[in-house]
Structure formats: structure tokens, C-alpha cells
């Protein structure tokens, strides 16, 4: 009747067994006044990864807020065809990724405000986590041989400055409300935009607040500014260029612990100065940021790209997000499985625990919703 669906997943808790961990995904009209008018519930869990209101983990005994979901699946339900490595278990094979001697990965831009991009090579990748990696959840399986084409893509996410230019030439509109973390709480909270995401932030920060709408509008602004195509990244090109060549499962390796080198996620100093985040699970380290960091503060991939892993979630083209792999294109397309409504967000944020921040984590979010540490980088096609 409010023109808004409704999905659950659930998981029994390890640690509790018998509990359910539950989480919404709402689909909502336009109106932020009608979304918070309806009292939409957004609970966490910690299986499929939820839209921005990551890791904020709740408990609910039995089914009581079940009974109000119109669709209930199980957490990690997945179409037969999933969850198992290619040619009977065989080993998933190398990273294979066109960077002869002297070809290394290039940056230019297309106009001296324009994002810097850079060049990356074709190549073929396996994409997704094998079974027995750590905080490994089942929609990244099965593991599967991708080819992609070469391509360039920003070397950061936006930043809150090169949005605020398009906005201010395009006078495009954004909604006045945004789910932040605040208070130990997520919720939809009015007065709160790109502009001011709750906490404070320069023009070097990450755009945050931003729905995929708004990247999609930001990028057919820089196509016509330039004369070139820019879109979002499909999830297999993203992931192709968070790994850089690499197989472990973040592309500094498999230690969580070194997060704090290479990304901006939570941790230490998140844990001291944003109030609730204590009570979830941080990554052993500190890197000096409370919420986002200007962009390019840790070390780049190998292909050069920074905070490829956290900082801010990225909208990618694909729908849904809770897909399993095993109908996905192996060609780098964009997957339109599933509920388009829903699109796929990669990349991890400042306040994603060690599980969400791996190449192969993946979450997804309503298109039209807008989150504290949802942000978006570009594709920019080549010839």
C-alpha cells in the first residue's frame, strides 16, 4: 500500500543458538517523510551483509519480528547450482592479468578538475572466496573464471568536493535525509545529506550520502562535460581491480590485522570516538580516522587504486547483490538477476568490521536510499 517491499534474511546464531539474526532491506518510495512515517525497521545481520547499516549486529529471540515480513529466506539460501569450486573442488587457478614489462597501469585525466583514472589491463580473474575463507559469506560463490576487458577507473572515490561541483553546476537535487550512525543507532535521520553526513568532513573526503541515482546522474554529467562515456563498475570489473593480480583475500594479503596500512575501516580510533561502535567487531589496528579519511591517506593495490577496501561502500551497475554467482555473465557484465530496484555496493567503509572489508565481500542497498558510508567511484571506457 506504501509502495515498499520488504525482505528478511536469517541466520541462528553461532553463538546463540536458537536466536535469529535479522535484517531489512527495504525498498521505499521517494518521500523521505513516508519512509519514517512508516517506522521502517532496519535490523543487521551478519551473513549476507546488509545495505549501509552494516555491522550494528542485534539478536531477536524466536521469530517475533519475522511475523511482519511478507518474504523470509534463510541466510545463505542459494540457487542449486552455487557454492562450489570449479571442476569437482579443483584448485582455484591464478589471477591472470596482462601487465607485460613496462605496461604498468597509467593515470590521466580528461580535464583538469575531472577524476583521475587509471588504465587497467585486460585480463581474466577468479572471482569470489573460496569456502574456507574468513568471514566468507555464501552469495560469493561459487568461485568462477572471469574475463574482463581493459578499462580505466577513478583512482579514488568521488570526493565530496567534485560532487559538490557537479551539484552546484547542475543544481542536481539530493534527498534530505540519510542513514547515519549515531548514538550506537542507525536510522533514517532528516537534515543529514552529502553536505552533512553527521560527523565532519573536507572536500578531499569521500562523497558520502549518496544514492545510486545520484552517481549514475553524476557520471552522465562528466560523459557530457567530456565527451567521453564514464558509468559505474560492474561487480566483476570492480573486484578484478580491488584484487589487482592478487588471489589472498584482501590484496595486502589475508591478515585483517594490516587493514590499518592500506584502509580506512573500523577500528581502534573508531571504537574510542563514535559512540556505539565498541560493541562490534574491529579490526585489530588503528589508523587515526573515526569516520572517512580524505582519499588516498593509505596505500594504493598494485594497479594503483586506493582504498579499494574501505573508506566508503562503491555503487557498482549490477542488481541486487544477493545473488549467488552461478547464473552471473563471466564476461564483466553487469548482472540483472534478481530485484533491479536493489544494487550492488563493494568495498567495505569506515565502519566495516573485518568480515565486509575483503575483495570478495559483497552488500547491496535500494537505489533510491542514501548512507553515511555509502559513496561511488567511475568507470571511464576506453576505445
Known amino acids: ?70 518474504n523470509v529466506t534463510t541466510c545463505g539460501a542459494q540457487d542449486q547450482d552455487t557454492a562450489r569450486l570449479p571442476s569437482g573442488g579443483a584448485a582455484v587457478p591464478v589471477s591472470t592479468v596482462n601487465l607485460k614489462e613496462g605496461n604498468a597501469p597509467t593515470a590521466f585525466r580528461d580535464c583538469p578538475n575531472c577524476p583521475e ?6 585480463g581474466a580473474f577468479s572471482m569470489g572466496s573460496p569456502p574456507d575463507e574468513a568471514g566468507r559469506s555464501d552469495i560469493e560463490g561459487p568461485v568462477r573464471r572471469v574475463t574482463i576487458a581493459a578499462f580505466a577507473l577513478a583512482k579514488s572515490k568521488i570526493t565530496r568536493g567534485q560532487f559538490a561541483a557537479f551539484v552546484s553546476e547542475t543544481n542536481h537535487k539530493t534527498d534530505n535525509d540519510c542513514y547515519t550512525f549515531e548514538n550506537g543507532e542507525w536510522n533514517d535521520r532528516i537534515n543529514r545529506d552529502w553536505r552533512n553526513p553527521g560527523f565532519p568532513q573536507e572536500d578531499n573526503h569521500p562523497a558520502v550520502c549518496i544514492s545510486w541515482f545520484d552517481a549514475k546522474a553524476y557520471a552522465k554529467w562528466l560523459s557530457e562535460k567530456t565527451g567521453k562515456t564514464y558509468r559505474l563498475p560492474t561487480e566483476a570489473e570492480w573486484e578484478y581491480a580491488a584484487r589487482a593480480g592478487t588471489t589472498t583475500s584482501r590484496h595486502w ?96 567503509s569506515w565502519l566495516s568490521t573485518p568480515a565486509n572489508a575483503r575483495a570478495a565481500s559483497r552488500n547491496s542497498g535500494v537505489a533510491l536510499i542514501h548512507g553515511s558510508g555509502v559513496g561511488f567511484r567511475l568507470v571511464r571506457t576506453l576505445p
Open 117 to 122: 583514472v587509471v588504465s587497467i589491463p585486460a
Open 1 to 70: 500500500m506504501l509502495g515498499m517491499a520488504k525482505r528478511a534474511r536469517r541466520e541462528h546464531s553461532p553463538t546463540e543458538p536458537g536466536a535469529i539474526r535479522t535484517r531489512l532491506i527495504w525498498a521505499a518510495v521517494r518521500a523521505p517523510a513516508i519512509r519514517r512515517l512508516t517506522g521502517v525497521l532496519v535490523l543487521l545481520g551478519g551473513c549476507c551483509f546488509a545495505t549501509f547499516v552494516e555491522s550494528a549486529e542485534c539478536t531477536v529471540p524466536g521469530s517475533s519480528v519475522l511475523n511482519i515480513l511478507a
Open 253 to 348: 594479503g589475508d591478515d585483517a590485522a594490516q587493514a590499518c596500512k592500506f584502509a580506512n575501516v573500523l577500528d581502534a580510533t573508531t571504537n574510542t570516538k563514535v559512540s556505539g561502535a565498541a560493541k562490534l567487531d574491529s579490526h585489530a589496528c588503528d589508523d587515526g580516522y573515526a569516520y572517512t579519511a580524505p582519499v588516498m591517506s593509505f596505500k594504493p593495490n598494485g594497479f594503483g587504486l586506493y582504498d579499494m577496501i574501505g573508506n566508503a561502500w562503491e555503487w557498482v551497475e549490477d542488481c541486487d547483490g544477493t545473488n549467488s554467482y552461478g547464473r552471473a555473465p563471466a564476461d564483466g557484465r553487469p548482472s540483472t538477476l534478481g530485484s533491479c530496484h536493489y544494487r550492488g555496493l563493494r568495498s567495505a
